[in-house]
């Protein structure tokens, strides 16, 4: 069964903490995606990847940074983790830009 | 600026009938509008996608329906069922020439009673 894995469900952090949270898809997907979704605002795109070592800003990427070393494996960062970046963290790909996006069970941050 | 809007209210349906619930969009000119649903603390799942030039697409008991003179989508559950209850998301993509950007709304919920 095709899938999109994160590497944790619950994590909790102090503020000014480096934060990494990691997107693994077996599916051979050339587009990744990070949102975090929040009550009331929705799903918002945080960064994406289209091509290993490729990433563009999405709509809120300051404070976030992204890797992509290998085209399965897609990297969040939070360099200074901050209280506002509690949220729930959706990594997703998909083959075509049109396409659908395959979710991950996504990661619930929090930010002490 | 571009926005989408779902039903803001929660939907309460009995078991058996169909379920229509409604996204609104404006200032925006899909290609492609996608549906997905969500469970309460997981990821959406993909449902539906329609394109720009298509009026109405069917899977099993969905009907989506998609109007772009009244920039409007209607995502239909048939003979609904409790096991369908979740939060439903409509996403606009403008395809290639957005860079891939999709638009979330922030959802329906929808509860269905046996």
């Known amino acids: 069964d095709v899938k999109v894995t994160q590497s944790s469900r619950y994590l909790v952090k102090r503020t000014g903490e480096k934060v990494f949270l990691e997107c693994v898809q077996d599916?051979?997907?050339?587009?990744m995606f990070w949102y975090r979704q929040d009550p009331g605002l929705g799903l918002r795109l945080i960064y994406f990847?289209?091509?290993?070592?490729?990433?563009e800003k999405g709509d809120i990427p300051e404070g976030y940074s992204v890797s992509r070393e290998k085209k399965e494996r897609f990297s969040l960062i939070l360099e200074s983790a901050s209280t506002n970046q509690t949220s729930m963290y959706l990594c997703?790909?998909?083959?075509?830009?049109?396409?659908?996006?395959?979710f991950g069970p996504g990661t619930r941050l929090l930010v002490l | 600026s571009q926005k989408i809007e779902q039903n803001s209210e929660a939907l309460n349906i009995q078991e058996g009938k169909t379920a229509t619930l409604t996204c609104n969009y404006t200032?925006?000119?899909?290609?492609?509008l996608q549906w997905y649903r969500q469970d309460p603390g997981r990821g959406p799942v993909f449902l539906l996608l329609?394109?720009?030039?298509?009026k109405e697409k069917r899977k099993e008991r969905l009907k989506v329906t998609f109007d772009t003179t009244l920039k409007q989508s209607l995502f239909h559950i048939t003979a609904s069922q409790p096991a369908d209850s979740a939060t439903y998301l409509c996403?606009?993509?403008?395809?290639?020439?957005?860079?891939?950007?999709?638009?979330f709304g922030s959802g329906t919920r929808l509860s269905i009673r046996p």
């Open positions: 997703a790909s998909s083959q075509e830009w049109a396409g659908g996006r395959i």
């Open positions: 599916m051979d997907h050339e587009n």
């Open positions: 990847s289209y091509d290993v070592k490729m990433k």
């Open positions: 200032n925006y000119s899909p290609a492609y």
């Open positions: 329609i394109r720009e030039n298509e």
């Open positions: 996403a606009l993509d403008g395809g290639y020439s957005s860079a891939s950007k999709i638009i």
